[in-house]
């Protein structure tokens, strides 16, 4: 980047905002009018919802890079860091920008968007879908396994039996994705035209008018046509970042009954996701025989 620092945008990174992420009047109308330069695409979406597939069809669609919004990616749980968002604005020699960050919309989080103009896009799956395509992940990637998802990875977790996986999935990292949908929901609740929430469903049977919407919804004007051909040309591509077959209704050959009802008590907690109830758990508790596919991940 060769984003030149003015005494402004020096005093805005050195500005410390309120504990629950509220800047002063000052910092805000500088931040604002920096976000009115540029549109950006931020994908928040949950880890395998097919975050990795859709920024690289957004690449093509915008000729746009990918930026990271986090000051370090590790962990995967990311909080946006001031300096690189202003570093982005004040930089008119970059190409789109593109953000890609498993982030919750903590207050903090959505202030700090909220305070650029930014407006995310999330995707809404199935969690145990999810779970067992991270499963995968952590079994055949070790920088997963070292990053994990805000918790540690256990040294010892691929030499466990699958039982004891599967209870450190839904036991650690499910609780991830509980809190994640239900910060996102709040917010959709509090400003429903700042979100952009899309069905992994809707996305697979038209992912055209899905891939779209979002790009419409973060402001950028593109035509179906070449929406659906930048789709094309990342489907083409799409071994070389982590797509496989997305399939659906995966979770019961990994997860037992007991664990897919953990799994839904756990989203149970937060009753603002009574409505996203039918996306995040539907067919979890059918039964199925409890046989692993070989390495079969999205």
Known sequence: MSAVLDNNAIQAVFAQPQPNGTFSDEVLAYLRDLGARRS??????????????????AAY??????????????????????????????????PQIIVHGHMQALPANRRILGAFGIRPVIMLRNVADMLASFWDMLESDPI?????????VPPDLLSR????????LV?????????????WKSFVDEEPKQVCVLRYRHFRADPVESFHAALTHAGFTVSRSAAKSALDRA?????????NKGTEGRAAQYFSPRHLEEIARKLSHYPQLKAWMSELTAGELQSAPRVRPAMAAI
């Not at 950006?40 to 069809?57: E, H, S």
């Not at 919004?69 to 008119?92: C, E, F, K, M």
């Not at 997963?144 to 805000?150: P, S, T, V």
């Not at 039996?161 to 450190?168: H, L, V, Y």
């Open 40 to 57: 950006v695409l931020m994908l928040a979406f949950a880890p395998k919802a097919a975050g990795t597939f859709f920024r690289q069809a």
């Open 61 to 94: 669609a915008i000729g746009g890079d990918l930026f990271r919004v986090a000051h370090a990616q590790g962990g995967r749980d990311a909080t946006p860091y001031l300096p690189n968002l202003i570093a982005w604005y004040l930089d008119s020699s970059l």
């Open 144 to 152: 997963a396994r070292d990053e994990g998802l805000n918790c540690v």
């Open 161 to 168: 039996g699958q039982g004891e996986k599967a209870d450190f």
């Open 171 to 183: 036991d650690i990292v499910a609780p991830w994705y509980a809190s994640y949908f239900a910060s």
């Open 235 to 243: 489907w083409a591509d799409r071994a070389s970042f982590r797509f």
